[in-house]
């Protein structure tokens, strides 16, 4: 039986459709059942929370393989998983890192992911590593100004990132998940072009058929509060503005072939994903 945390956000959504697809029993941890409604009927469900470690024990009883995905800038919860994944007796862990980690100077972003990686090969059960780049479902943080202004603010000009679907990633997870020949491996995963934010908002109005514009920023600090409006809290400001500098600085944009090796396959194109995805990004287009 394979355990998937993070089950409703856009990769272990994509992630228990798959293995539903392919007939693979899972089981999914949830905080909110009401938010798995959408999820296949196959995958069964249960109520649990990685900050609450007393409530885990039922979620991963009789669990073998593991899809470890904890958000935030904190390694409390990936602690918590991996006693209960020990716990348990499970045998793999895979586990959603990011590319951020390769950085040399490792910025905050990967130091975070990287602690939370030593916890997880620290904890003697073997593990796959996946670190994806940017996702391709970062562009909905676009929506609001979309929405309310017919335009992106770009803090990152020249900068290029090859960014990757989520149902990509969540292939890459499936086949390690299943197959044997992982364990030990550190994947990292990105799309196949690179592309400026320019290009993708372009990409992306021509998908919903609107016109959208590009407004460079004066100081990355102008697109944190876009993202945030009530404030970003310090440190995970401070990191964003580190990385648009580190994404500004990078005009060729770091690509692999890792989803290609692994899936004998391209990753989808970004404008395979903004056909699937124009109806969000046309709300609020002038009539």
């Not at 293995?19 to 089981?27: M, Q």
């Not at 209960?84 to 130091?111: K, Q, W």
């Given at each position: ?132 780049g940017g996702f391709m479902t970062n562009a909905l943080d676009w ?145």
């Open positions: 039986m394979i355990l998937v945390t993070g089950a409703t956000g856009n990769i272990g959504r994509e992630l228990v459709g798959q293995l539903d697809a392919a007939g693979v029993a899972c089981r999914v941890l949830v905080r909110d059942p009401a938010r798995a409604a959408a999820l296949p009927l196959s995958a069964e469900r249960v109520t649990g929370d990685l900050t609450a470690p007393a409530t885990l024990a039922p979620a991963f009883a009789g669990i073998e393989r593991l899809f470890l995905l904890t958000p935030g800038i904190t390694t409390a919860t990936t602690a918590h998983a991996v006693a209960a994944a020990r716990a348990a007796g499970v045998r793999h862990i895979v586990h959603l890192s990011s590319t951020n980690v390769l950085g040399d100077p490792m910025p905050a972003m990967g130091r975070w992911h990287h602690e939370r990686e030593r916890i997880v090969l620290g904890s003697g059960i073997p593990a796959t590593v996946l670190r994806p929506l609001p100004t979309i929405r309310d202004g017919g335009y992106v603010l770009d803090p990152v000009g020249p900068g290029r990132i090859a960014p990757i679907d989520p149902a990509d990633i969540a292939a890459v997870a499936a086949l390690v998940l299943t197959a044997e020949g992982h364990a030990g491996e550190h994947y990292a995963l990105t799309g196949a072009e690179a592309l400026t934010v320019a290009e993708q908002v372009a990409i992306i109005a021509a998908a919903a058929g609107r016109p959208i514009t590009v407004r460079p920023t004066a100081t990355a600090q102008e697109a944190v509060a876009a993202r945030f409006p009530g404030g970003a809290p310090p440190a995970l400001a401070e990191a964003l503005i580190e990385g648009f500098a580190l994404l500004r600085a990078d005009t060729e944009g770091f690509r692999t072939d890792t989803v290609r090796r692994l899936l004998g396959r391209e990753p989808a194109r970004f404008s395979d994903w903004c056909a699937r995805h124009a109806d969000a990004f046309r709300v609020g287009a002038a009539a």
